[in-house]
């Protein structure tokens, strides 16, 4: 494998010249740069990143943990992260938690062995990960969730004021009785959409009948079986709003496997909105999350987290950027059926 000095001696340059211009580093003739560019060409040669990251003390390279890469919400804030970090010179090791608390630890360390300069992490419980990596002083930003006692820095929607203005819509259409199918209550994203919901109730002065409350975790499969459990009450709901996309195809599987039309005999709004919300029949009123900007705007909150470890400064910047998400209506939605009991 050729080095840097065989390049130099090719184009006839000094080492420190050819690192210039391999790094981008510095000011070099036009002529020289030409010539140090045409001789790594002919050499085929690549810089050796581990032994750089060994001088340097960084890899140049993030790691990001999601709990799901099946979700499309988690796999469009990828492509946010991907294309900051390219932008800024970074690369990405990915891994996927599957929801498990001890699997996520474990990539944990994987991420922390391989020297990564920091860890981008949507977490499956509420502090063990923020305990782990706080105790080994590593930068670290979370995105999506955070747990009711974080501390850290994080970026996430504004997912209580979606929720009540999702809630609102269905209101506003002439809903009374609404249920809601929840995610996990143990960290914020699922915790702050239920209290949108039951803030835009109690304004209304509507109840949250418990049997319009419905559990989820998230899942495909609780979407279904939440589900079920509505529309098989002796009063069921005249409209639902489902907190995340996975459990809102179960809930649609649940209507057709009824034969339940929507939004004839139940309005159904759903958070999370990707293509196949609009392809859907009927197409689906859904809360849009602003993934790609969540994971931009992560990746420059953690360079900046990764900078302060190497050389501290004030600063004011706000450790948890919370974003606005949009509500999208289609045809899901309308006002309740008239001759329902």
Not at 112 to 131: C, H, I, K, M, Y
Not at 216 to 223: N, V
Not at 324 to 338: G, K, N
Request: proline share 5%.
């Amino acid at each position: 494998m050729h080095t840097l000095r065989d390049v130099a001696r090719l184009a006839g340059v000094s080492v420190a010249t050819a690192s210039k211009v391999l790094n981008k580093k510095g000011s070099v003739r036009p002529k020289l740069v030409q010539r140090v560019l045409r001789a790594s060409e002919d050499l085929d040669y690549h810089p050796d990143h581990v032994a750089r990251s060994l001088k340097t003390r960084q890899t140049n390279t993030i790691g990001i943990v999601i709990p799901d890469v099946t979700n499309p919400f988690f796999t469009a804030v990828i492509r946010g992260v991907e294309s900051e970090a390219r932008l800024q010179g970074y690369s990405l090791i990915f891994c996927d938690s599957n929801e498990d608390p001890s699997l996520e630890r474990t990539n944990l360390e994987m991420l922390f062995s391989r020297r990564v300069d920091g860890v981008l992490l949507a977490p499956t419980e509420p502090n063990a990960a923020q305990d782990h990596l706080s105790r080994r002083r590593f930068p670290l930003v979370f995105f999506d969730r955070i747990s009711p006692s974080f501390s850290g820095f994080a970026v996430v929607t504004d997912n209580l004021g979606a929720a009540y203005d999702a809630t609102r819509h269905l209101i506003g259409l002439g809903h009374e009785r609404i249920a809601i199918i929840t995610g996990q209550l143990n960290l914020s994203n699922g915790l702050d959409r239920l209290e949108g919901f039951r803030k835009a109730l109690q304004q209304a002065g509507l109840p949250l009948r418990e049997e319009y409350l419905q559990r989820g975790d998230f899942q495909l499969e609780s979407g279904h079986s939440c589900a079920l459990k509505l529309l098989q009450l002796t009063v069921p709901p005249t409209a639902i709003f489902c907190c995340n996309n996975q459990m809102t195809l179960g809930l649609m599987r649940a209507l057709s496997e009824f034969g339940v039309a929507c939004p004839g005999r139940v309005s159904v709004l759903g958070f999370d909105d990707f293509d196949w919300a609009a392809n859907f029949s009927p197409r689906l009123t859904t809360v849009a999350q602003p993934t790609l900007e969540m994971g931009k705007q992560a990746v420059q909150m953690l360079l900046r987290n990764i900078k302060s470890f190497k050389e501290p400064v004030n600063s004011d910047e706000k450790k948890v950027l919370v974003l606005r998400a949009e509500l999208r209506v289609r045809d899901s939605t309308a006002a309740p059926y008239s001759g329902q009991a």
